[in-house]
């Protein structure tokens, strides 16, 4: 079975950066498509971020766009979000979860395993 470990979440100035990890147990990060997800109080959860073996360019949300960057270690099988120039709506529960076969999908619907989640809070 596969379980996903996630980490790095935490209290954090606007501007400040985090960096959250994804570790899933039971297979390997290069099997799997991992994906980023977020929901902020009172919202709908979005996707943040996605990367996949099969494709060549991670994916963006808009609203993370130039700011995140999500990257993987297969040494250590773990997938990384680089969170820079947070803003105070980058705030939320953080949860990475995956998909097999290795193909990123922005729908949540689409991915069989979730981590527990990590909280995110930017605030001055």
């Known amino acids: 079975e596969v379980q996903l470990v996630e980490s790095g979440g935490g209290l954090v100035q606007p501007g400040g950066s985090l960096t959250l990890n994804c570790t899933p147990s039971?297979?390997?990060?290069?099997?799997?498509?991992i994906g980023w997800f977020r929901q902020a109080p009172g919202k709908n959860r979005e996707a943040v971020s996605c990367?996949?073996?099969?494709?060549?360019?991670?994916y963006y949300a808009d609203s993370g766009r130039g700011r995140f960057t999500i990257s993987r270690d297969i040494a250590e099988n773990t997938v990384y979000l680089q969170m820079d120039r947070l803003k105070f709506e980058d705030t939320g529960d953080y949860s990475c979860?995956?998909?097999?076969?290795?193909?990123?999908?922005?729908?949540?619907?689409?991915?069989?395993?979730w981590g527990e989640g990590t909280k995110v809070t930017v605030a001055s």
């Open positions: 979860a995956a998909l097999k076969p290795p193909v990123c999908a922005a729908n949540a619907a689409m991915y069989g395993f």
């Open positions: 039971g297979i390997t990060v290069h099997e799997l498509a």
């Open positions: 990367i996949a073996t099969s494709q060549g360019a991670p």
